[in-house]
């Protein structure tokens, strides 16, 4: 158990729906990301939050937003669900001390199935 | 395109022999390096790092090796036991690039009692 915790564990929706994806981090972590698994693109990093502020951008659609809440925990909201948003949506967290890489642990993930 | 690749998608050995896991890099500017182990169902789980200054890294039954001169990065795993039976993907961060992970596309290893 990394002490990432992700909510829900599955999820099954329609095309066009919003669904919103919950995350959170480690105790202690300051630092989130998520990234996206599919079977033709990998483990993929869509985006960083650090202490409630954006810090880095990956292949994000521009359907796709997060935040990270006043309580370290986050966000990831996806819109406009189309077929190919089906996928396990991971969120990983770490110290996130500044001007140093520091490990990620992943969380769990949530399964979308979007039909 | 990834600037991290993996030479074999599947590795299959026997219990109690060594695996290694290889993986190949592009980038130059990469200077830290992970190794995640992912089992069915379950999110990556962190194995082991490195980082651009080291060439050799030991944890518990794994080693990482990194070569910088042809970009290689290995993961040995003594004495492989059927729990290490999973998909290993190799990370890597780009110096600079805010921590941001780039992943390989993984190697499935099958343990056989």
């Known amino acids: 158990d990394s002490g990432v915790t992700q909510t829900p564990k599955h999820l099954i929706t329609a095309t066009g729906q919003r669904v919103t994806l919950r995350c959170s981090p480690r105790?202690?972590?300051?630092?989130v990301y998520w990234y996206q698994q599919s079977l033709d693109q990998g483990l993929q990093f869509l985006i960083q939050?650090?202490?409630?502020?954006?810090?880095a951008k990956g292949n994000i659609l521009e359907r796709f937003s997060a935040q990270q809440f006043p309580d370290l925990h986050s966000e990831l909201n996806l819109s406009s669900l189309e077929l190919g948003d089906s996928a396990l949506y991971f969120c990983?967290?770490?110290?996130?001390?500044?001007?140093?890489?520091?490990?990620?642990?992943f969380g769990p993930g949530t399964r979308l199935t979007v039909l | 395109g990834e600037s991290v690749g993996l030479h074999l998608p599947t590795l299959s050995v026997q219990e109690g022999d060594n695996s290694i896991i290889n993986c190949a890099y592009s980038?130059?500017?990469?200077?830290?390096f992970i190794w995640y182990k992912q089992e069915s169902g379950k999110g990556p789980q962190f194995i082991i790092d490195?980082?651009?200054?080291?060439d050799k890294r030991q944890g518990q039954r794994v080693t990482v090796l990194l070569n910088k001169t042809v970009k290689h990065l290995s993961l040995q795993i003594a004495a492989t036991q059927p729990g290490d039976s999973a998909v290993y993907f190799c990370?890597?961060?780009?110096?600079?690039?805010?921590?941001?992970?780039?992943f390989g596309k993984g190697t499935l290893l099958t343990v056989n009692p």
């Open positions: 990983a967290s770490s110290v996130g001390r500044g001007g140093a890489v520091d490990t990620q642990y």
């Open positions: 105790s202690g972590d300051l630092s």
């Open positions: 939050y650090y202490n409630g502020e954006e810090r």
């Open positions: 980038n130059s500017a990469s200077d830290y």
């Open positions: 490195i980082r651009s200054n080291m």
């Open positions: 990370a890597e961060n780009l110096r600079g690039s805010n921590y941001k992970l780039t």
